[in-house]
């Protein structure tokens, strides 16, 4: 089983700062099936990244996705208000197909 | 509009059973594979199951194999997930998704509201 390990946990950013997560896989990963899901209290995961750098319908550019192999990584370039979230990236290209822990990502 | 709708969540005494439905609307159900993806209170997600577009071939992760049961009718557009011999480890909002599979990758898009599954005496 691919374990996928985000940091930090918990993110304290002010709106306007630049966001950058980290998800790290015990072994390599095809960035073809590392994805970010975005999910706010009381709702669903949302599709964010798909593809590791493919950004999601809906979502506009200061989020952005990138790596390879076992680091990839989830850049919010200014955080807008409604960012403030909790974000999970998923590797869909191993059984058993996993998540993260997620960051959350809050108002400093 | 591309929607999942779950529902059959409820409190079921440890040992019980419970049927979840998820019905889909907006997009060609029977092309899709679908899932259930399970979230314990404050925690993390966890994929539970996928089943491939005609039912012959399903997946589940360790946890539930030989308690759970995925299965879909593609003429109601539902997706179901059977749980037998529940656990207090098995609370959780479980979600359906819809597991798209193409050339530029894999991921779950769409996802339903989730239905909230409570294990407890």
């Known amino acids: 089983e691919i374990v996928l390990t985000q940091s930090p946990g918990t993110l304290s950013l002010s709106p306007g700062e630049r966001a950058t997560l980290s998800c790290r896989a015990s072994q390599s990963v095809s960035s073809t099936y590392l994805d970010w899901y975005q999910q706010k209290p009381g709702q669903a995961p949302r599709l964010l990244i798909y593809?590791?750098?493919n950004r999601a319908a809906g979502f506009p550019d200061r989020f952005s996705g990138s790596g390879s192999g076992t680091d990839f990584t989830l850049t919010i370039s200014r955080l807008e208000p409604e960012d403030f979230a909790v974000y999970y990236c998923q590797q869909y290209g191993s059984s058993p197909l996993t998540f993260g822990g997620g960051t959350r990502v809050e108002i400093k | 509009e591309v929607q999942l709708v779950e529902s059959g969540g409820g409190l079921v005494q440890p040992g019980g059973s419970l049927r979840l439905s998820c019905v889909a609307s907006g997009f060609t159900f029977s092309s899709y594979w679908m899932s259930w993806v399970r979230q314990a209170p404050g925690k993390g997600l966890e994929w539970v199951a996928s089943i491939k577009q005609d039912g012959s071939e399903k997946h589940y992760v360790d946890s539930v194999k030989g308690r759970f049961t995925i299965s879909r009718d593609n003429a109601q557009n539902s997706l179901y997930l059977q749980m037998n011999s529940l656990r207090a480890e098995d609370t959780a909002v479980y979600y359906c998704a819809t597991s798209v599979d193409t050339a530029m990758g894999r991921w779950f898009d769409p996802w339903g509201q989730g239905t909230l599954v409570t294990v407890s005496s």
């Open positions: 593809g590791a750098s």
